[in-house]
């Protein structure tokens, strides 16, 4: 197959013009690092097609990205798959869809799963549940006939600015854990159901590991932890599992 064209997207090219506009995200820059650059895009491409094991894309942001997550991913996958990550601190998937050479990527590697995450205050308002919506099922048909695997980010403790509305206009403010938990569940299994994508527990994982005490975050009361990357891995990893078997 050809694999990853180079040149700049257009808005127009994906048909996300009034959607990008309506989200309040049509002028947002594209987030690159660690993952979206050109080159690193074409690399792992390369490597993807090379292989003859089975093919697992990861695209996110800094979930996927802190505290070991993907490396403890990659070490529970069985030896015959080659998992690759694409993704970048801060990026939305609708933001990452505009760039020409992930969707190469995307599209010309025949992947055997495809894991797609969302940024954390997506589920929070309605516009960027619009633009998160189409962004899955443009990724989805782009892999086809690859399975799509949705990995929900998990909410953040109680006390950061989330819980506190200050992420600005238009943007519900959730009670506690639980409530932003059913807010990002009821999001991602309306966008599975739209996709076909399959949608990984992690949401009721983390609220009983958080409500048994477990310590799942880094100071910021955001970010996961070592263990707090290691059981959503460990979550992420048997949904993965079961669409490629």
Not at 37 to 59: C, E, F, P
Not at 83 to 104: C, E, I, K, Y
Not at 156 to 185: F, K, W
Request: charged content about 20%; aromatic content about 8%; some cysteine.
């Amino acid at each position: 197959r050809t694999i990853l064209t180079l040149g700049a997207a257009s808005v127009a090219t994906v048909g996300v013009g009034g959607l990008l506009y309506r989200s309040g995200r049509f002028s947002d820059p594209v987030r690159r690092r660690p993952d979206l650059t050109d080159r690193h895009l074409i690399k792992i491409g390369s490597q993807a097609i090379d292989t003859d094991r089975r093919r697992v894309l990861v695209i996110g942001n800094s979930a996927t990205i802190v505290s070991g997550f993907f490396e403890q991913l990659h070490a529970k996958a069985d030896e015959d798959v080659y998992m690759a990550r694409a993704s970048a601190t801060g990026a939305r998937l609708v933001q990452s869809l505009r760039l020409s050479n992930l969707r190469a990527l995307v599209r010309d590697v025949p992947w055997d799963a495809v894991v797609l995450q969302d940024f954390s205050s997506t589920p929070l308002h309605a516009a960027d549940r619009l633009a998160s919506r189409f962004a899955i099922k443009h990724f989805t048909r782009l892999a086809a006939p690859a399975p799509i695997v949705l990995f929900p980010h998990w909410p953040s403790e109680a006390g950061p600015r989330v819980y506190r509305a200050a992420l600005g206009t238009g943007y519900a403010v959730p009670d506690d854990p639980d409530d932003y938990a059913n807010r990002a569940e009821a999001h991602y299994l309306r966008c599975a159901q739209s996709s076909g994508g399959v949608l990984a527990p992690i949401l009721p994982v983390w609220i009983t590991a958080l409500n048994r005490g477990d310590s799942l975050y880094q100071k910021d009361r955001h970010h996961a932890s070592a263990a707090g990357a290691a059981l959503a891995a460990a979550t992420l990893w048997p949904t993965i599992r079961n669409v490629l078997s």
